[in-house]
């Protein structure tokens, strides 16, 4: 037992990269694989996985612009066109005094979330669904 302790003690002093070095070379030794119980774990989970379906991830959002303080109307209206490229004045400022409105539909979450920041910084209340 005290062999197997010791043994412990030098291989907690490995490296990340001479732990691997040193799997790859028991692999070789032994003639085995350590990503075969792996793969039998993830075939089990896909078994799984089949008899209870999996939460979809949302990947596209609606950014909607709920409300703009008055005071704020024009910083608002000007992120509005920034957000939304190809935006007349005249639109966004319909877009602005008519929130609750979309102001992008189907957007994937990175640029969701940065027109969303770009309003709230501009003073409007911005939701994402």
Do not use: H
């Not at 209870?52 to 008055?70: C, Y």
């Not at 005094?97 to 992008?104: D, S």
Request: proline residues 4%.
């Amino acid at each position: 037992m005290a062999d197997i302790n010791n043994l412990v003690e030098e291989l907690s002093k490995l490296t990340v990269l001479e732990a691997a070095e040193l799997v790859k070379a028991l692999e070789t030794k032994w003639g085995v694989t350590a990503a075969a119980p792996v793969a039998v774990a993830a075939a089990a989970g896909a078994a799984a996985g089949a008899a209870a379906p999996a939460a979809e991830v949302q990947t596209n959002f609606d950014v909607i612009l709920e409300s703009v303080p008055a005071d704020k109307k024009i910083a608002v209206i000007k992120a509005v066109r920034e957000v939304k490229a190809g935006l007349g004045l005249a639109d966004a400022k319909a877009l602005v005094e008519g929130a609750p409105k979309p102001v992008l539909e189907g957007a994937l979450k990175a640029e969701a979330e940065a027109a969303k920041k770009k309003l709230e910084e501009a003073g409007g209340k911005v939701a994402l669904k």
